[in-house]
């Protein structure tokens, strides 16, 4: 198998002449570009604020079963505004038809977008700002493309924004060679080219995605870094099809050696009895090192498929539902497996292994327009191990995992780490027609599995001279071991002695205004959190080989194993620290011709 090893290269330039003379050039390049390709397209991405307003048409009944997933082609796109400009008060019409406007009614959007985000105790600041080229390009009858080209400057990387816990960035940008000063200068190209109509259509991009009836979904979650995606979708009145193959990178043991060829590939098929009510049954694998034909079979199950490789893959299985009771109110539901005990649950031992990421939530919209818009309250629960299986074969942290549930060392399905759940409740207000007023309050748990781990599995992470595992408690600490699976026969979701809690409250308002003059849209975002943070070092190493507990480290004895397991674990709980408060302020800023 091969390695990907070595640090990056980055490459500094100072002085505030290069740098102005690097950003006029840029921005002539980017310009010559845009009138080279002035028949361009708009994003597509699940984070623009189109799929906001489509969380809203969908609660209130204007618009009803859509494929699982996102984002979606321009023929669908296209359908569902004219549904809402057909079905929708006066209010729902005027907005349906400015993202009309702006989605079909020119080809190319350009302009420029910024954001300021500061933090307090720490006092960090961040700045990001950007130019901009939305394309929206019909090509013919039953094929359309869409492009959205941004050339960043910024302060900080993804991982290093200033942002509360488990908010993700909402920029597809990767850490590369070229910095000015304190700013990196990177591009973020997402883009998607469909075949079809808006009922039957294959759609092949570099973007973000999302599948799933919750946004911030445990299948495929918005927050991940952008990927290549092929999304084939049937898309009836009382049933749907889809699937999807997604190409995502692999890391090492830690997250930081990153290299290619991991692939996720996800398909379902639902059911639509009744007009209030649908239900669909999933299937996704998780592999790596090879390209397998075999997994984007659309009726093949995987389940029997992986039997033709040796069983060397992981597969997972699920399902979700849909309840509509009342007009307005929409419950959904989705439960996603990735490891069960069989055989204890057929005896009905239910205190056995369970490696499952379940989500339940309920939304309610007014069917009529006015201030109170929205109510949405969730709950997502990830059970201990869930996301991070890794091949028994290579349990050293050197070696890539294609198995886990990860995309270039980051959650790509729930936002959270395993044995953690999370209760999320949003307020939307519309104060004015183009005014959107979020308040949010967001409760989290979180506990380290190895806090209360058996000896055995405790005594192997000490005196392993390779210290070839992780203990972090993270989606990347696999439950494999030389000693067996860890915890192979039981769930020990936050039952440990220190549990982590994260209170977050705040407020996210956005004002969009279209720009008469130029067919071109202004966009204002302004956003604020409360965080209360506890144990802020839970996900510190637990166990660790450290080969000055042992007088013969290849033949430890009892006594030293539980003196080191002793003492590692005091150590770990004495640096949890104390509670963190946090404030989080951001504030952005989109124009675009």
Request: proline content about 5%; some cysteine; hydrophobic content about 35%.
């Amino acid at each position: 198998m091969p390695r990907y090893r070595g640090k990056k290269r980055r490459m500094t330039i100072n002085g505030t002449g290069v740098f102005m003379k690097l950003f006029k050039l840029a921005a002539v390049l980017t310009l010559v570009f845009a009138t080279a390709f002035a028949f361009g397209q708009v994003a597509a991405d699940p984070l623009d604020y189109f799929y906001d307003d489509l969380e809203v048409w969908e609660a209130s009944g204007i618009v009803n079963n859509l494929p699982a997933a996102r984002p979606y082609p321009l023929p669908l796109v296209k359908t569902i505004l004219q549904t809402v400009l057909e079905r929708g008060d006066a209010t729902q019409r005027r907005i349906a038809q400015s993202h009309f406007d702006r989605f079909f009614g020119r080809i190319l959007t350009w302009g420029y977008k910024a954001e300021l985000a500061t933090d307090t105790p720490t006092g960090r600041r961040e700045m990001d700002i950007s130019l901009s080229f939305d394309f929206n390009l019909p090509i013919e009858e039953y094929v359309t493309a869409s492009v959205s080209v941004d050339g960043w400057a910024t302060n900080k990387l993804p991982d290093m924004e200033v942002q509360p816990a488990w908010k993700g960035s909402s920029r597809d940008i990767i850490e590369d060679n070229a910095k000015v000063g304190p700013f990196w200068i990177l591009p973020s190209v997402n883009s998607s080219v469909a075949v079809g109509t808006d009922e039957y259509y294959l759609n092949l991009g570099l973007m973000r995605g999302s599948f799933g009836p919750f946004r911030n979904g445990t299948i495929v979650g918005e927050q991940a870094l952008h990927s290549g995606q092929y999304n084939f979708a049937a898309n009836k009145e009382k049933w749907g099809f889809n699937l999807s193959l997604y190409g995502i990178s692999a890391t090492d043991g830690e997250g930081e050696t990153v290299a290619p060829e991991k692939y996720v590939s996800v398909h379902t098929i639902e059911w639509r009895p009744l007009s209030w009510f649908n239900i669909s049954i999933l299937e996704s694998i998780v592999y790596g090192n090879r390209f397998e034909p075999m997994y984007i079979l659309p009726l093949s199950p995987y389940m029997i498929s992986q039997g033709n490789t040796g069983f060397v893959d992981n597969s997972w299985l699920g399902g979700m539902f849909t309840v509509k009771p009342l007009e307005g109110l929409r419950i959904d539901g989705t439960l996603y497996a990735d490891d069960l005990s069989f055989n204890d649950i057929a005896h009905l031992k239910f205190d056995t292994k369970w490696r499952l990421a379940g989500q339940i939530g309920a939304k309610y919209a007014p069917r009529k327009s006015g201030i109170f818009t929205l109510v949405d309250l969730d709950y997502t629960m990830v059970t201990p191990y869930t996301y991070s299986h890794k091949n028994g074969e290579d349990l050293d942290m050197e070696a890539i995992n294609y198995q886990n549930y990860t995309h270039y060392g980051q959650n790509f399905g729930a936002a959270l780490d395993p044995n953690s759940d999370k209760v999320n409740l949003r307020l939307k207000l519309r104060p004015l027609e183009d005014v959107d007023f979020d308040i949010v309050g967001i409760l989290i748990r979180h506990g380290n599995v190895n806090e209360n781990i058996e000896s055995k599995w405790a005594n192997e992470y000490v005196s392993n001279p390779d210290n070839k595992y992780n203990t972090s408690g993270t989606i990347l600490n696999s439950s494999g071991s030389e000693v067996g699976h860890a915890y192979n026969y039981s769930t020990p979701l936050l039952t440990q002695d220190h549990v982590q809690y994260i209170w977050q409250t705040g407020f996210d308002a956005l004002c969009r205004l279209p720009i008469l003059k130029t067919g071109g849209y202004i966009v204002f975002r302004l956003g604020y959190r409360f965080e209360y943070l506890t144990y802020p070092g839970i996900n510190e190493q637990v166990y660790y080989f450290d080969s000055g507990n042992f007088v013969d480290p290849d033949n430890p004895t009892d006594a030293e194993l539980e003196a080191a397991t002793k003492a590692q674990h005091d150590a770990w709980v004495e640096g949890l620290g104390n509670p963190v408060m946090n404030n989080y302020i951001r504030a952005g800023f989109e124009y675009h011709y």
